[in-house]
């Protein structure tokens, strides 16, 4: 896989979240989330709502990997379930599944990203701070200080 790319298996339940993950656009996340979208995550403390926050979040955070596959996708009704494998940080792996949740209108109103292990995970949410803490709030991201 070339670095900075998202790829993933069949499946069309999560495609403008996999394709926002490819080209690492705002733009292209903030088109797949309803207005009042939550997102939840093992990186952040407290939940980030609303499309603009999200959109953010989301367009820093795919950012920071340096390659990432989906690797696993199941729909059960209104949910995808995704599972990923990634790098960032020079080569250091992140493993994780992602839960999103759609409206009738197929827009996402419900995203839970858990990140595994523990040491990349605290990293990742770190770095994410020092990028969007001040846009987002700094209390939401961990630190070592």
Do not use: C
Not at 1 to 14: D, I, K, Q, V, Y
Not at 48 to 71: C, D, Q, W
Not at 91 to 100: F, M, N, P, R, S
């Amino acid at each position: 896989m070339s670095e900075g790319s998202a790829t993933a298996p069949g499946g069309a339940g999560a495609q403008g979240w996999i394709n926002a993950f490819a080209s690492k656009s705002a733009d292209d996340f903030g088109e797949a989330f309803h207005r009042d979208v939550v997102l939840e995550a093992s990186v952040i403390r407290s939940p980030i709502t609303g499309r603009e926050n999200v959109k953010t979040v989301m367009s820093a955070a795919s950012s920071i990997y340096e390659s990432l596959e989906f690797t696993q996708q199941t729909v059960n009704g209104p949910r995808t379930y995704l599972e990923w494998q990634a790098t960032a940080f020079g080569g250091l792996k992140l493993y994780g599944v992602t839960i999103l949740t759609k409206d009738e209108a197929g827009q996402i109103v419900s995203a839970a990203i858990h990140h595994r292990p523990l040491d990349a995970a605290l990293r990742f949410s770190a770095e994410l701070g020092k990028r969007i803490g001040k846009a987002v709030g700094e209390s939401r991201f961990y630190s070592a200080d």
